[in-house]
């Protein structure tokens, strides 16, 4: 398909005019030249159907009953003044027309008129819209901090991630971040803070895994002068002085024994009693953990209090791995090379043949990580410390049938996200059976949860 086919496939015309016979006929016309034609019958059903950002052009009779085409076009260019609005005039009608195209209508066309004479127009207001549209998604994502750069993508999953963040972030529940090593935890910690009401308060980070079992708890409780050898003064621990903002627990599932029963009563009554002290003192807690182990697995949890993670379980954000969202990886490394570039002084490289196989064949375990680190080599020119095999186009990267499964766990995920994890639309695109299809995904490691959308 060529870009400009591409662009009108993607790009939608809502077709509005009182007379039903005209208002199908086009449509029909329409879609036959390929567009994504709807008929509405008058402008007040344009309204309740077109807002901004509208992936689509408007074409408008001008006479009609209630709202005319002149008032439609009006209140459009109000909601958005780049939506090209198109005007269908009689000949009594054509000042009328031009008036409008000087208020920034992008275009009328006189009764009667050739099919081919809207065709025409409505590809240039396509290409037109399609640029519009793409620049605004390039200038939100040049506006995003550097931090939530490991959540651009296009992939339902990351879609869906992002979404549930931006409602999750005014709800006061304790969030449990589920993602494996580099698929950005503390990113989704730190929106759920700067997106919520307690953005103006701190957001305390403590690696659980970092600490010995002896400091732990004094830096989560703090303590009172006196409460051990070494305790000469006071010290807020990180939990109290999270109150009223976030309290991020990385590495969760590293938490000692100990300290997990003392939090899971933190978490229960909002309130703690520092080391050395029988006070008690109210806490505003929220409470985000993030953990690289499903603590709902009894083998992953291992020693982890089953209570705890169920008093923690009451919202379950899981962040997909990069073999999982293959489709953001050139999105996300051009992001990352450019910024690369710019640190180092360099000029953007040119990518060669081992880079982009690179791309496309590495599962990237460390996930968004990796690929900000490789992204760095790139652009300081160090890919030439690429594998052998990956830097030779004669040298294959992987056994025949290693390859071979790794396309067919891919098809099997492009199925997945077209269809939203659908499994009856997935078998049809796919042609096999279902009992291969599990046991496809359950050899691949594919969950197919996580390509489900609910609307």
Same mark, same amino acid.
């Given at each position: 398909?060529?870009?400009?086919?591409?662009?009108?496939?993607?790009?939608?015309?809502?077709?509005?005019?009182?007379?039903?016979?005209? /208002?199908? !006929?086009?449509?029909? =016309? #329409?879609? +036959?030249?390929?567009? &994504?034609?709807? @008929? %509405?019958?008058?402008?007040?059903?344009?309204?309740?159907?077109?807002?901004?950002?509208?992936?689509?052009?408007?074409?408008?009779?001008?006479?009609?009953?209630?709202?005319?085409?002149?008032?439609?076009?009006?209140?459009?260019?109000?909601?958005?003044?780049?939506?090209?609005?198109?005007?269908?005039?009689?000949?009594?009608?054509?000042?009328?027309?031009?008036?409008?195209?000087?208020?920034?209508?992008?275009?009328?066309?006189?009764?009667?008129?050739?099919?081919?004479?809207?065709?025409?127009?409505?590809? /240039?207001? !396509?290409?037109?819209? =399609? #640029?519009? +549209?793409?620049?605004? &998604?390039?200038? @939100? %994502?040049?506006?995003?901090?550097?931090?939530?750069?490991?959540?651009?993508?296009?992939?339902?999953?990351?879609?869906?991630?992002?979404?549930?963040?931006?409602?999750?972030?005014?709800?006061?529940?304790?969030?449990?971040?589920?993602?494996?090593?580099?698929?950005?935890?503390?990113?989704?910690?730190?929106?759920?803070?700067?997106?919520?009401?307690?953005?103006?308060?701190?957001?305390?980070?403590?690696?659980?895994?970092?600490?010995?079992?002896?400091?732990?708890?004094?830096?989560?409780?703090?303590?009172?002068?006196? !409460?051990?050898?070494? =305790?000469?003064?006071?010290?807020?621990? &990180?939990?109290?002085?999270?109150?009223?903002?976030?309290?991020?627990?990385?590495?969760?599932?590293?938490?000692?024994?100990?300290?997990?029963?003392?939090?899971?009563?933190?978490?229960?009554?909002?309130?703690?009693?520092?080391?050395?002290?029988?006070?008690?003192?109210?806490?505003?807690?929220?409470?985000?953990?993030?953990?690289?182990?499903?603590?709902?697995?009894?083998?992953?949890?291992?020693?982890?209090?089953?209570?705890?993670?169920?008093?923690?379980?009451?919202?379950?954000?899981?962040?997909?791995?990069?073999?999982?969202?293959?489709?953001?990886?050139?999105?996300?490394?051009?992001?990352?090379?450019? &910024?690369?570039?710019?640190?180092?002084?360099?000029?953007?490289?040119?990518?060669?043949?081992?880079?982009?196989?690179?791309?496309?064949?590495?599962?990237?375990?460390?996930?968004?990580?990796?690929?900000?680190?490789?992204?760095?080599?790139?652009?300081?020119?160090?890919?030439?410390?690429?594998?052998?095999?990956?830097?030779?186009?004669?040298?294959?990267?992987?056994?025949?049938?290693?390859?071979?499964?790794?396309?067919?766990?891919?098809?099997?995920?492009?199925?997945?996200?077209?269809?939203?994890?659908?499994?009856?639309?997935?078998?049809?695109?796919?042609?096999?059976?279902?009992?291969?299809?599990?046991?496809?995904?359950?050899?691949?490691?594919?969950?197919?949860?996580?390509?489900?959308?609910?609307?």
């Amino acid at each position: 398909m060529s870009d400009s086919a591409g662009s009108i496939a993607a790009i939608e015309v809502s077709f509005v005019d009182d007379d039903p016979d005209l /208002r199908d !006929a086009n449509v029909q =016309a #329409l879609g +036959l030249a390929g567009f &994504r034609a709807v @008929a %509405l019958p008058s402008g007040e059903a344009a309204l309740e159907r077109i807002g901004p950002d509208y992936a689509g052009i408007v074409v408008t009779d001008i006479r009609m009953p209630g709202m005319d085409g002149i008032e439609l076009f009006r209140r459009l260019r109000a909601l958005d003044p780049d939506i090209p609005v198109i005007m269908i005039s009689g000949h009594a009608d054509i000042a009328t027309a031009v008036g409008a195209m000087s208020e920034g209508a992008y275009d009328f066309i006189a009764k009667p008129y050739a099919g081919e004479r809207l065709v025409e127009t409505l590809r /240039r207001a !396509a290409e037109k819209r =399609a #640029l519009v +549209l793409e620049n605004r &998604r390039l200038r @939100a %994502l040049a506006e995003q901090g550097e931090e939530e750069t490991a959540l651009i993508g296009e992939t339902a999953a990351i879609t869906r991630l992002r979404q549930t963040i931006r409602e999750l972030a005014d709800v006061d529940v304790d969030v449990l971040v589920l993602g494996e090593t580099g698929t950005g935890k503390e990113v989704v910690a730190g929106l759920l803070h700067r997106l919520g009401r307690r953005r103006d308060k701190p957001f305390v980070a403590l690696n659980c895994g970092a600490l010995p079992d002896s400091v732990i708890e004094s830096e989560l409780f703090g303590y009172e002068p006196g !409460a051990f050898t070494g =305790a000469q003064k006071k010290r807020i621990g &990180r939990i109290e002085h999270s109150s009223g903002g976030t309290l991020f627990l990385d590495e969760l599932e590293s938490m000692p024994l100990s300290a997990q029963v003392k939090l899971l009563r933190v978490l229960e009554m909002r309130e703690i009693a520092p080391l050395g002290s029988n006070d008690l003192r109210r806490v505003d807690l929220r409470v985000v953990a993030a953990t690289k182990a499903d603590l709902g697995d009894p083998a992953q949890r291992r020693d982890f209090r089953e209570d705890l993670y169920y008093r923690l379980n009451v919202v379950t954000l899981r962040i997909p791995p990069l073999r999982e969202r293959r489709r953001d990886i050139p999105l996300l490394f051009t992001r990352f090379l450019a &910024r690369a570039a710019e640190k180092y002084r360099r000029p953007v490289p040119a990518l060669d043949r081992a880079v982009e196989r690179h791309l496309v064949e590495n599962d990237w375990p460390g996930n968004v990580r990796e690929l900000v680190h490789f992204a760095e080599r790139v652009a300081l020119g160090l890919s030439s410390d690429l594998p052998a095999q990956s830097a030779r186009p004669d040298v294959p990267v992987a056994s025949l049938p290693d390859r071979l499964n790794a396309i067919e766990a891919n098809l099997i995920r492009e199925a997945l996200e077209a269809n939203r994890g659908d499994v009856r639309a997935t078998l049809e695109m796919l042609g096999i059976p279902r009992k291969t299809f599990y046991d496809k995904l359950t050899r691949h490691g594919i969950d197919r949860a996580a390509y489900a959308i609910t609307e």
